[in-house]
């Protein structure tokens, strides 16, 4: 399944949901003798028994069949984290990062049988800015969904409608992206229906080769607003016609909300919003970060019964169904680029620029129909404390606003009172461990927090503690609650929601994790967590409930019985 709706009804599009031959490489471009393994596509290649811990390349072969001459498109919406795709032997495509889709675009393929290989990379070295070793795991794999379409000379690349509160009511704001890659020009007019209300968009002529976005407005006075509460969905259908024939069309979900920031308060729907969060790897012992649908909606069924109305993607954008089914339970999303704690010699990189703008950019333009994405963020413990840090930072947050005129960014920072960069987004979020790495009390560290946000360019901003938490090891107990057993978990979360939740400056709060994840063996102290597991999860990886899960629930949930 690649999104929970048929996201196109006239463009013919096939999932390549299977087994796929499979053998590990040397290099990219070598044909294996024979392909010695079959791995499902959508999956982690460390599902396998042999490949538990391979960290390297290897190649996915799986042959196509088209029914006639036509322009064929594939999409790949998740290859971790680097892909090199071969089609009939000739190089076709590349991409790096393990988070965001591309496409390749093949015109005026051939009727008959094709080979795709797909050359998928996990290997940490100079090729890699973002994906370094750390605490989390880089699996290898084609680790979301492959889908294959046949698209028309002149196809939709990409619809993006804004819904924009006035006091007329609900309007919205649509840009579709055109794309020609015939060899003629073409006459393209594009019809755009939401909520049972039609827009036509002015025709346009297209070039061959030529790329063209066409805009338009239009009232719908007559919709409900989406809310947590009341995540109501509307069918967005755009549908082109070329030359008086229809051609294409580009069907999504869309809700009318409005996030703003008022003062030191994020607004949603005109109404003042506490985030009750958790933060989530996709990372499960089973399928790796290749989560099938049915444990998606465990961890959000986990998450909704912990009282949260909120989760935050650390540290990279997520895949789309997992969007697919915030927007249609009421989840709200903080959705992050992807960066974990790079330090400053790590953004200086000579691939760091490149390899997270090109993330930045296609998370929102990728994301930014979900109504349940409500904040964007980059750059998580990155160097923000430092002046050439603060470039990227800087560019990043541009990079948001140039593609989102609207949603509020962040990042999360831990550098306390050295922080440089609250001025440029519109949250201050911090990151904080009392009672875990430091012996600080919470209460009066948040107090500190505001400080540091009000004379560092913060002033008069939201504060969200975006992180906070301790390890807690499944089914160690202990009567003196000594560090690592679940009682003392529960006991620092209760310490820190206690606080947080008393502060009104305090605009909402993520707990340090969700479910504990797999991190990447390695040498320093950090990443030698015992079992190679981070392990501050209020579920374990199995995601069977520590203590402090019920104790977050009293919290979240004050209404609810903790035995019940
Ligand atoms: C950081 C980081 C997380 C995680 C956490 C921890 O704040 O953002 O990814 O590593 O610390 O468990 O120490």
Request: charged letters at 25%.
């Given at each position: 399944?690649?999104?929970?709706?048929?996201?196109?009804?006239?463009?013919?599009?096939?999932?390549?949901?299977?087994?796929?031959?499979?053998?590990?490489?040397?290099?990219?471009?070598?044909?294996?003798?024979?392909?010695?393994?079959?791995?499902?596509?959508?999956?982690?290649?460390?599902?396998?028994?042999?490949?538990?811990?391979?960290?390297?390349?290897?190649?996915?072969?799986?042959?196509?069949?088209?029914?006639?001459?036509?322009?064929?498109?594939?999409?790949?919406?998740?290859?971790?984290?680097?892909?090199?795709?071969?089609?009939?032997?000739?190089?076709?495509?590349?991409?790096?990062?393990?988070?965001?889709?591309?496409?390749?675009?093949?015109?005026?393929?051939?009727?008959?049988?094709?080979?795709?290989?797909?050359?998928?990379?996990?290997?940490?070295?100079?090729?890699?800015?973002?994906?370094?070793?750390?605490?989390?795991?880089?699996?290898?794999?084609?680790?979301?969904?492959?889908?294959?379409?046949?698209?028309?000379?002149?196809?939709?690349?990409?619809?993006?409608?804004?819904?924009?509160?006035?006091?007329?009511?609900?309007?919205?704001?649509?840009?579709?992206?055109?794309?020609?890659?015939?060899?003629?020009?073409?006459?393209?007019?594009?019809?755009?229906?939401?909520?049972?209300?039609?827009?036509?968009?002015?025709?346009?002529?297209?070039?061959?080769?030529?790329?063209?976005w066409v805009e338009g407005e239009l009232a719908y006075p007559d919709v409900d607003a989406w809310s947590p509460e009341h995540p109501?969905?509307?069918?967005?259908?755009?549908?082109?016609?070329?030359?008086?024939?229809?051609?294409?069309?580009?069907?999504?979900?869309?809700?009318?909300?409005?996030?703003?920031?008022?003062?030191?308060?994020?607004?949603?729907?005109?109404?003042?919003?506490?985030?009750?969060?958790?933060?989530?790897?996709?990372?499960?012992?089973?399928?790796?970060?290749?989560?099938?649908?049915?444990?998606?909606?465990?961890?959000?069924?986990?998450i909704r019964e912990l009282g949260c109305n909120s989760v935050r993607t650390s540290h990279y954008p997520y895949d789309e169904r997992?969007?697919?089914?915030?927007?249609?339970?009421?989840?709200?999303?903080?959705?992050?680029?992807?960066?974990?704690?790079?330090?400053?010699?790590?953004?200086?990189?000579?691939?760091?620029?490149?390899?997270?703008?090109?993330?930045?950019?296609?998370?929102?333009?990728?994301?930014?129909?979900?109504?349940?994405?409500?904040?964007?963020?980059?750059?998580?413990?990155?160097?923000?404390?430092?002046?050439?840090?603060?470039?990227?930072?800087?560019?990043?947050?541009?990079?948001?606003?140039?593609?989102?005129?609207?949603?509020?960014?962040?990042?999360?920072?831990?550098?306390?009172?050295?922080?440089?960069?609250?001025?440029?987004?519109?949250?201050?979020?911090v990151n904080l461990y009392p009672g875990w790495y430091t012996d600080e009390d919470p209460g009066e560290l948040a107090d500190l927090?505001?400080?540091?946000?009000?004379?560092?360019?913060?002033?008069?901003?939201?504060?969200?503690?975006?992180?906070?938490?301790?390890?807690?090891?499944?089914?160690?107990?202990?009567?003196?609650?000594?560090?690592?057993?679940?009682?003392?978990?529960?006991?620092?979360?209760?310490?820190?929601?206690?606080?947080?939740?008393?502060?009104?400056?305090?605009?909402?709060?993520?707990?340090?994790?969700?479910?504990?994840?797999?991190?990447?063996?390695?040498?320093?102290?950090?990443?030698?967590?015992?079992?190679?597991?981070?392990?501050?999860?209020?579920?374990?990886?199995?995601?069977?409930?520590?203590?402090?899960?019920?104790?977050?629930?009293?919290?979240?949930?004050?209404?609810?019985?903790?035995?019940?």
């Open positions: 399944m690649i999104r929970l709706f048929d996201h196109h009804r006239i463009r013919n599009t096939k999932e390549l949901e299977g087994l796929w031959d499979f053998s590990k490489v040397a290099e990219v471009g070598d044909v294996p003798d024979r392909y010695t393994m079959k791995l499902p596509v959508p999956g982690c290649w460390e599902s396998h028994a042999e490949l538990g811990t391979y960290r390297g390349k290897g190649v996915y072969r799986k042959m196509l069949s088209v029914p006639k001459k036509c322009n064929v498109r594939l999409e790949f919406k998740g290859v971790s984290h680097t892909a090199n795709v071969y089609f009939d032997g000739m190089p076709a495509g590349h991409h790096y990062n393990a988070y965001t889709a591309y496409d390749v675009v093949l015109p005026e393929v051939e009727a008959g049988e094709h080979e795709l290989l797909v050359y998928v990379d996990n290997s940490f070295g100079d090729h890699s800015a973002l994906h370094v070793p750390n605490d989390y795991y880089t699996y290898g794999g084609i680790t979301r969904p492959v889908s294959m379409e046949i698209i028309s000379e002149v196809y939709l690349e990409r619809v993006m409608f804004t819904p924009i509160q006035s006091t007329d009511g609900w309007k919205g704001h649509w840009r579709a992206l055109l794309r020609n890659i015939g060899d003629k020009k073409q006459e393209a007019v594009v019809k755009g229906t939401v909520a049972g209300h039609e827009l036509v968009f002015s025709s346009i002529d297209l070039n061959p080769g030529q790329s063209s109501v969905l509307y069918e967005l259908e755009a549908r082109l016609t070329l030359n008086g024939v229809e051609a294409d069309d580009w069907i999504d979900r869309i809700g009318f909300r409005s996030i703003d920031i008022c003062g030191e308060k994020i607004m949603l729907n005109g109404k003042p919003l506490i985030f009750k969060g958790v933060n989530r790897h996709e990372d499960h012992p089973m399928a790796g970060s290749a989560l099938p649908l049915g444990l998606m909606v465990q961890d959000l069924d986990l997992f969007l697919d089914l915030c927007d249609e339970l009421g989840i709200l999303v903080w959705e992050e680029n992807h960066a974990r704690g790079l330090s400053l010699e790590q953004m200086q990189h000579p691939l760091f620029a490149v390899q997270s703008e090109q993330v930045t950019r296609e998370m929102v333009e990728q994301h930014y129909n979900h109504p349940s994405i409500v904040i964007w963020a980059v750059l998580n413990e990155c160097a923000s404390d430092t002046e050439e840090g603060r470039v990227h930072y800087r560019r990043q947050l541009e990079i948001i606003r140039e593609v989102d005129p609207l949603r509020p960014r962040t990042f999360a920072s831990h550098h306390r009172s050295r922080e440089k960069c609250f001025d440029l987004a519109e949250i201050v979020s927090a505001k400080g540091w946000a009000e004379s560092l360019g913060g002033s008069g901003k939201p504060m969200i503690i975006s992180e906070f938490g301790g390890d807690g090891f499944y089914g160690f107990r202990s009567r003196d609650r000594v560090k690592g057993s679940e009682e003392r978990q529960a006991d620092i979360l209760l310490s820190n929601l206690k606080s947080y939740q008393s502060r009104d400056f305090i605009s909402g709060m993520f707990i340090w994790q969700f479910c504990d994840c797999r991190v990447t063996e390695g040498l320093d102290w950090l990443l030698n967590r015992s079992c190679t597991r981070n392990s501050k999860g209020l579920v374990d990886e199995y995601r069977r409930p520590k203590l402090a899960y019920d104790v977050v629930k009293a919290c979240f949930k004050p209404d609810s019985h903790i035995s019940e």
